[in-house]
């Protein structure tokens, strides 16, 4: 018994590393904890609340680390972290109501789009760090706080995405302020599942801890190119956990 329970927190530590890593460099962490959770014995609301936990430190850890580095944009990120609150408190409100069964299948839908996103888009690494259209920003974080109070797997890349389709901003700079609104929109979302019933508090923790060792590493990583290996291992482990939460 003991043996097994060393063995589920040990592999809620590495796919928290791996997560906290995958979410900072690009997006996506959340389609690896998310599953494994569930996979080891978690509701999958249940699963959806506790990794919020990971979220948060992890996000905490990162923004600290990039303010270090000279990344930190408070004012901006204040602006879009306010209305990507709110909508992340309606997202999240939605999802604790969902029936788990119905959240597998759309939790397999998102994980296959965001691989397709994640293996088909190109990053703009030579665009300005000014941040231009903030009015603009604000609104469209506010649906991207409902997606990511739902669901939260994917964020990373929907960011990226409003960022270049508006402001073209360089992606150092885009994953500077994505931390920081993920930080501050993840502590609504959070809640609504603790005050829910949704939060498996140990299992948090663990997970926490390895998202934000892999959010340390991954900051540091972010402003290199070398992330053709992120998409091959993200291929492999998340189309083989799309199927079995699907169809099983």
Same mark, same amino acid.
């Given at each position: 018994?003991?043996?097994?329970?060393?063995?589920?927190?040990?592999?809620? +530590?590495?796919?928290?590393?791996?997560?906290?890593?995958?979410?900072?460099?690009?997006?996506? !962490?959340?389609?690896?904890?998310?599953?494994?959770? @569930?996979?080891?014995?978690?509701?999958?609301?249940?699963?959806?609340?506790?990794? /919020?936990?990971?979220?948060?430190?992890?996000?905490?850890?990162?923004?600290?680390?990039? /303010?270090?580095? !000279?990344?930190?944009?408070?004012?901006?990120?204040? @602006?879009? &972290?306010?209305?990507?609150?709110?909508?992340?408190?309606?997202?999240?409100? %939605?999802?604790?109501?969902?029936?788990?069964?119905?959240?597998?299948?759309?939790?397999?839908?998102?994980?296959?789009?965001?691989? +397709?996103?994640?293996?088909?888009?190109?990053?703009?690494?030579?665009?300005?760090?000014?941040?231009?259209?903030?009015?603009?920003?604000?609104?469209?974080?506010?649906?991207?706080?409902?997606?990511?109070?739902?669901?939260?797997?994917?964020?990373?890349?929907?960011?990226?995405?409003?960022?270049?389709?508006?402001? &073209?901003?360089? +992606?150092? /700079?885009?994953?500077?302020?994505?931390?920081?609104?993920?930080? %501050?929109?993840?502590?609504?979302?959070?809640?609504?599942? @603790?005050?829910?019933?949704?939060?498996?508090?140990?299992? &948090?923790?663990?997970?926490?801890?390895?998202?934000? +060792?892999?959010?340390?590493?991954?900051?540091?990583?972010?402003?290199?190119? !070398?992330?053709?290996?992120?998409?091959?291992?993200?291929?492999?482990?998340?189309?083989?956990?799309?199927?079995?939460?699907?169809?099983?």
């Amino acid at each position: 018994m003991e043996i097994s329970i060393i063995l589920k927190y040990g592999l809620v +530590l590495v796919a928290g590393v791996a997560a906290g890593f995958f979410n900072v460099v690009a997006g996506g !962490g959340s389609l690896i904890t998310v599953p494994a959770m @569930i996979f080891l014995g978690l509701p999958p609301v249940m699963a959806n609340g506790t990794n /919020r936990i990971a979220i948060l430190s992890q996000n905490i850890t990162s923004v600290n680390s990039f /303010r270090r580095k !000279g990344y930190f944009d408070l004012k901006t990120g204040l @602006i879009l &972290g306010a209305t990507a609150s709110a909508g992340a408190f309606l997202g999240s409100s %939605i999802a604790v109501e969902l029936p788990g069964e119905i959240f597998n299948r759309i939790l397999s839908v998102v994980m296959i789009l965001v691989l +397709l996103f994640t293996l088909f888009s190109r990053k703009r690494e030579g665009d300005s760090d000014r941040i231009v259209k903030v009015p603009l920003l604000a609104v469209a974080f506010f649906f991207v706080g409902i997606y990511g109070g739902f669901i939260q797997a994917g964020t990373g890349f929907i960011v990226i995405a409003v960022f270049s389709l508006i402001s &073209g901003t360089s +992606l150092v /700079r885009i994953n500077s302020l994505k931390v920081f609104v993920v930080m %501050i929109y993840t502590i609504p979302s959070l809640l609504v599942f @603790i005050l829910n019933g949704q939060v498996e508090w140990i299992t &948090g923790i663990f997970l926490a801890v390895g998202n934000s +060792l892999g959010a340390l590493f991954g900051t540091s990583f972010t402003i290199s190119k !070398g992330e053709k290996w992120i998409k091959i291992v993200l291929t492999v482990t998340v189309s083989a956990m799309a199927v079995k939460l699907f169809f099983f």
